[in-house]
Nanobody, 114 residues
Framework: QVQLVESGGGLVQAGGPLRLSCAAS????????MSWYRQAPGKERELVAE????????KYSDSVKGRFTISRDNAKNTVYLQMNRLKPEDTAVYYC???????WGQGTQVTVSS
């Protein structure tokens, strides 16, 4: 049974950092393309960052490029999203995803106050 468990969300002031974690079980993160999505109230879920299986190549949405970094720790079977210079518009529920939509975590709330 595949489980993706996000953690690290919370309330942070604008300009501050936050690191999200996604601990996986039932799959090996290095063999799946792993992604972070987010969904703000009243908006569609959007792709934030992605790390390719095997190569570890990364890509980011234009709105977070240069501020967010996705990474993975194969030994811990965990994927991270380091978020720096947070903005109020980054407020959303953040979801971990494996296999480009195949498996989802339950989400973690990130709220950025101005």
């Amino acid at each position: 049974q595949v489980q993706l468990v996000e953690s690290g969300g919370g309330l942070v002031q604008a300009g501050g950092p936050l690191r999200l974690s996604c601990a996986a079980s039932g799959l090996t993160v290095s063999t799946y393309t792993m992604s972070w999505y987010r969904q703000a109230p009243g908006k569609e879920r959007e792709l934030v960052a992605e790390i390719s299986r095997f190569t570890g190549d990364t890509k980011y949405s234009d709105s977070v490029k240069g501020r967010f970094t996705i990474s993975r720790d194969n030994a811990k079977n965990t994927v991270y999203l380091q978020m720096n210079r947070l903005k109020p518009e980054d407020t959303a529920v953040y979801y971990c995803n494996a296999g480009r939509g195949r498996y989802w975590g339950q989400g973690t709330q990130v709220t950025v106050s101005s």
